[in-house]
């Protein structure tokens, strides 16, 4: 048999093998899709968000409360400092000597944010409303990290380049990228969310 009379079935073995290799990558990746529809994404998206940002956020937030009792309606010096780098700076660092409005609204607004977003993500709780607060609260962080603290150029970053460790636009994209799975996914079953949308249902 002459050797060019092979060469079509030669091609038609290997395409059907690249065919069946085709569906079985299909029919396997669909599979873990419906296994994963509906709670994975919420609740893993949650999850790593409690792993790397919660204690970091509820830190931040607990060292912003004044002393005593009543320390969360009187937030320390070092909250406005951090929240308002350039009017803090403006005013010889005194609180007292910065206006009621907008100033202190501002920094009440920021430490509460700092406080309740993340705990009503991890819980699963209006999650799409927090998720989309949060991301809001990390691009006004990002905002007065730039242009009242200072942030180097190395520290800002560059998209698309070749160092992926940039706080700004390599950090807190991801950041952002994990709070987004929340928005557009929604927390999972395992959630407040679910548990009241259930409750409501009967």
Sequence with gaps: MNTHDMRPAAHRGRFALVA????????????????????FTGLA???VFASVLLVYYLNSAW???GEGVFGFLNPTTGAFASILPKAMEAHGFDKSALPFFPYHIIVHAGMWSELLLPLMIVAGLFSRI?????????MVQSYVDITGHGLDEKSIGHMFDRFPDAIIWDQRLLWVFVLMMIVIHGPGRLSLDHLLARTWQR
């Design 63 to 65: 060292l912003k409360f």
């Design 20 to 39: 069946r290799l085709a569906r079985l990558h299909g029919y396997v990746f669909a599979a873990i899709e419906r296994a994963l529809s509906g709670w």
């Design 130 to 138: 927090a998720a989309l607060g949060m991301i809001g609260f990390v």
């Design 45 to 47: 998206a949650r999850l």
